[in-house]
């Protein structure tokens, strides 16, 4: 088990890509903290857990709230004695054209996936500084951070923004041991991608599913991506494996996206 003794917090861990992370780094001996704000979605996955002998406890949290953060942090020690690893995986999106961008929607995306990353990270981190052990710390990043589309600027630049976020914060916190990197995916099959398509469909006049049916096609390993298709990576970069990769973005796409 590549996880094993370690303590985990993952945001965002009541579905999608953060549950498949939970469950895998349970399988791998790590307790996790499923941090979310649908509170009954992080007990179903903590309890998932739990019923397959592993460890891990659910608690709720907005990202954006710094108290609420620290509370998180504390749950990790207060249940499991520490904290090892934090993925930084709670993120939205909207598909919005450029000259429709409103400031409440360029505010609710850098707010979560951005001030709400460097919340937590420095939450996680200063606990991590105190153990004096080292850390590694995972940011959900993003294709779209990679490269502009029209119709997702706010989107886009904040996983730009990601990217940037974590390369400064390994420099930061590379005296202290304590890893930053960030996973980068392509179009994964989650209830956030469901959302996407809905919203690509009524922009672009097409029906439900047609937009994911059409970005598929593109994707040189040629199916959409699960998942569980990122968790190999997450587990890789917060473990002992790792221990000399710091500042990387790696492209966990189906080869979807060149760099
Ligand atoms: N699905 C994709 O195609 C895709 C591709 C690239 C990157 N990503 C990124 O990967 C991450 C996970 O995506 P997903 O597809 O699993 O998303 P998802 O929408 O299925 O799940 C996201 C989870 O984050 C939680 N969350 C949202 N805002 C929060 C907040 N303020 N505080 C705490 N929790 C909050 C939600 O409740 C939900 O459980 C996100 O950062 C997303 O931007 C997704």
Known sequence: MKLADKVAIVTGGAQGMGR??????????????????????AEAVAREISDADGKAVSVSVDVRDQGQVQRMVDTAVEHFGGLDILVNNAGVGKIIPFLDTTEADWNFMFDINCKG????????????????RGGKIVNLASQAGRRGEALVLAYCASKACVISMNQSMALALAPHKINVNAIAPGIVDTPFWDEVDRQ?????????GEPKRTFIQSIPLGRIEQPEDITGAAVFLASADADYITQQTL???GGNWPS
């Open 200 to 208: 690509f469909a009524a922009l672009l006049n097409m029906e439900i």
């Open 117 to 132: 990353l460097l919340w937590c990270s420095q939450a996680a981190a200063r606990q991590m500084i105190t153990q004096g």
């Open 20 to 41: 498949a992370i939970s469950l895998r780094y349970a399988q791998e001996g790590a307790s996790v903290v499923i941090a979310d704000r649908n509170l009954e979605g």
């Open 251 to 253: 492209n966990v796409d």
